[in-house]
């Protein structure tokens, strides 16, 4: 029997427990998949507990991508390229983390819309565990990338840990005013913070207005299934794309990373789009 769970605060709307059951009984596994809420300060006693009690791994959600690191062994080149880790696997005595968020945002926006980042210009909004991973793979895709967050500070530190060059990322206020001009030049906005979620469902991480017709709009939230941001975006004609590709591509990565099996993505949606539904 395989034992997983998802680690977050708030974790009550996680849909992961949903679509690891349905890749467990797809393929022919045996396993459980916990969403387990923890508070910050409980935070170590959850890794270590989960690897006391034989967990194979654990999934990591907002808050705690990068609070989780001083906790970790051991970090796989691309966790300690960005400084993030949303999956961690329990190996002997080692407690080895990784970061499949960049790979699975990708992968969706391949797999959903046949959309390929090589090249393009984005604006990115936040800079969270998320939005580490996802900059970082728009700078493998050699993608020119406007970032920003309403800490202006922390952007700036994600821009200076996954562009070391200094020639991809342009960290730029939060404002209207001075996103304007930009925005004419970006053919893909992406959200990667939590606004838009039910605590914030009329809420939109930036001001509408500044949207193109032509532009591709995603936001990795998944509950709501359209945001307002995606709403306003699909008004105006843009393409628009949620978060629940992320969320089954990230786990199909999580997956290879665990036991080297490549599970049923299609099962995996399915399962996702039937609950929200």
């Given amino acids: 029997m395989e034992l997983l769970g998802v680690i977050g605060n708030p974790i009550a709307h996680s ?14 596994m045996k396993g459980i998949y916990l969403p387990l809420l923890v508070e910050q300060e409980q935070l170590a006693q959850a890794i270590y507990g989960a690897q006391a009690l034989g967990f194979a791994g654990l999934n990591v959600t907002v808050p705690y991508k990068e609070k989780v690191l001083p906790y970790l062994t051991d970090l796989t080149p691309q966790a300690q390229a960005v400084g993030s880790v949303n999956t961690i696997k329990f190996s002997r005595d ?10 699975g945002f990708t992968a969706a926006a391949a797999d959903e819309l046949g959309f390929d980042f090589q090249g393009k210009t984005a604006f990115v909004v936040g800079a ?15 993608c020119r990338i406007y970032l920003a967050n309403r ?8 821009a200076a840990a996954v562009d070391a060059a200094g020639e991809q990322i342009s960290v730029v206020p939060l404002e209207p005013v001075q996103l ?10 992406i959200n990667t913070t939590s606004v838009g979620m039910t605590d914030s469902i009329e809420q939109t991480p930036i001001d509408p207005g500044l949207l ?21 975006a699909e008004k105006l004609g843009c393409r628009i794309q949620n978060g629940v590709g992320m969320l089954v591509w990230q786990a199909v ?11 049923p993505a299609d099962i995996m949606y399915k399962a996702v789009k039937a609950s929200l539904s």
Avoid: C
């Fill in 128 to 142: 969270g565990g998320a939005a580490r991973a996802i900059a970082a793979a728009l700078v493998e895709k050699e």
């Fill in 15 to 28: 849909l992961s427990p949903i679509m690891h059951t349905a890749a467990f009984q797809a393929v022919g």
């Fill in 212 to 232: 193109k017709p032509q532009q591709l709009v995603i936001d990795i939230v998944y509950n709501p299934e359209k945001t307002r941001l995606l709403k306003e």
């Fill in 253 to 263: 990565k999580a997956w290879e990373f665990w036991w080297g099996i490549t599970p």
């Fill in 151 to 158: 800490t202006q500070k922390r952007a700036e530190q994600l």
């Fill in 94 to 103: 080692r407690i080895i983390g990784h970061t499949t968020d960049g790979e």
């Fill in 180 to 189: 304007a001009p930009i925005m004419e030049q970006v053919e893909v906005v």
